[in-house]
């Protein structure tokens, strides 16, 4: 599948050169390893990845981790100034929505966000394609998070706390399945056309992690992982095939810097 021929049609030509240029820009600059200073880091904030012998053992010292109350957040359902710092992995999503809107012949698709919280993904892609698209989007978030939102009453966006067995056109993990203790469930889970992984580390081996971060001024922790390259591809390789793979890379302070490409896999035909 040619992603650049799926995209043009869809969208007017000053978005397109403006994901074309997201593509090759990381939004702002990173923090690397080497930089050893206080101000090298983004706000002078207490960023850490510390290796773990195991995820259990970094979900203990985590404690509430993506559970804590305060992190919870209201659904986002407001345009996005795409101009402004957009992260990189934007760009191969809209190219993955614009493929599985191809597939599916223009009708409205349906999409699973896996770890989606407010929906911002959601809202990003609102932006870009305006109504030249139409999706349905379920949103899957800790049980805590669903609660707190509640009943959108709406027929397009919703929040569920498991994926559940419905069919989808396509299913998004960014940065998501590296926070789960079995996140082989989930992507197996998944009854979807098209798998979109994005921000995921990926490694030769699985190096569970203590990840330590201010959210809205708030010092939390989470339990993580390296996610071994070897294992993702097992998990997907019987029932989709890869078509598409954008390098990015993920910057893990003490741990070092790690590929974690967006990922566009298509359900397998035979």
Same mark, same amino acid.
């Given at each position: 599948m040619n992603?650049?021929?799926? +995209?043009? $049609?869809?969208?007017? $030509? /000053?978005?397109?050169?403006a994901?074309s240029?997201? =593509? ?6 990173a923090?690397r390893p080497?930089d ?8 002078n904030?207490?960023?850490?990845? =510390? ?7 970094a ?6 981790g993506?559970?804590d109350?305060?992190l919870?957040n209201?659904?986002? !359902?407001?345009?996005v100034?795409?101009?402004q ?5 934007t760009?191969?999503l809209f190219a993955?929505?614009?493929?599985a809107s191809? &597939?599916a012949?223009g009708?409205?698709i349906k999409? *699973?966000?896996?770890g ?8 990003c892609?609102?932006?870009?394609f305006g !109504?030249r /698209?139409?999706?349905d989007?379920? +949103?899957?978030?800790?049980?805590d998070?669903v609660?707190?939102?509640g009943?959108l009453?709406?027929?397009? *966006?919703?929040y569920?706390a498991?994926?559940g067995a419905?069919?989808?056109d396509l299913?998004i ?6 926070y789960?203790?079995?996140?082989k469930?989930?992507?197996r889970?998944?009854d979807?056309?098209? +798998?979109? /992984?994005?921000r995921t580390?990926l490694?030769?081996?699985?190096? $569970?992690f203590?990840?330590?971060?201010l959210r809205?001024g /708030?010092?939390?922790?989470?339990p993580?992982?390296? *996610?071994?390259? =070897?294992?993702?591809f097992?998990v997907?390789?019987?029932?989709h ?8 890379d993920?910057h893990?302070?003490?741990?070092? *810097?790690h590929?974690a $490409?967006a990922?566009?896999?298509? &359900?397998?035909?035979?």
């Amino acid at each position: 599948m040619n992603l650049k021929s799926a +995209i043009r $049609p869809l969208v007017p $030509p /000053i978005l397109y050169e403006a994901a074309s240029r997201l =593509k090759n820009s990381s939004g702002g600059t990173a923090w690397r390893p080497g930089d050893t200073s206080d101000s090298a880091r983004p706000n002078n904030l207490p960023l850490s990845y =510390k290796p773990r012998e195991s995820f259990a053992l970094a979900a203990r010292e985590a404690g509430a981790g993506y559970n804590d109350q305060r992190l919870r957040n209201s659904f986002h !359902d407001s345009p996005v100034d795409l101009g402004q710092g957009v992260p990189a992995f934007t760009a191969p999503l809209f190219a993955s929505v614009a493929a599985a809107s191809m &597939r599916a012949q223009g009708a409205v698709i349906k999409i *699973v966000d896996f770890g989606g919280a407010s929906g911002y993904l959601r809202s990003c892609v609102n932006t870009f394609f305006g !109504d030249r /698209i139409k999706s349905d989007w379920t +949103i899957v978030e800790t049980a805590d998070q669903v609660n707190f939102v509640g009943d959108l009453g709406r027929d397009d *966006v919703r929040y569920s706390a498991t994926i559940g067995a419905g069919h989808y056109d396509l299913a998004i993990f960014s940065s998501s399945l590296q926070y789960v203790e079995d996140w082989k469930t989930p992507l197996r889970s998944a009854d979807a056309d098209m +798998i979109y /992984i994005a921000r995921t580390p990926l490694g030769d081996h699985e190096q $569970p992690f203590l990840q330590s971060t201010l959210r809205d001024g /708030i010092a939390v922790q989470y339990p993580g992982r390296i *996610v071994a390259r =070897k294992d993702l591809f097992a998990v997907l390789e019987p029932t989709h095939q890869l078509v598409s793979l954008w390098e990015l890379d993920a910057h893990l302070f003490e741990m070092g *810097v790690h590929a974690a $490409p967006a990922m566009l896999w298509e &359900r397998r035909t035979s």
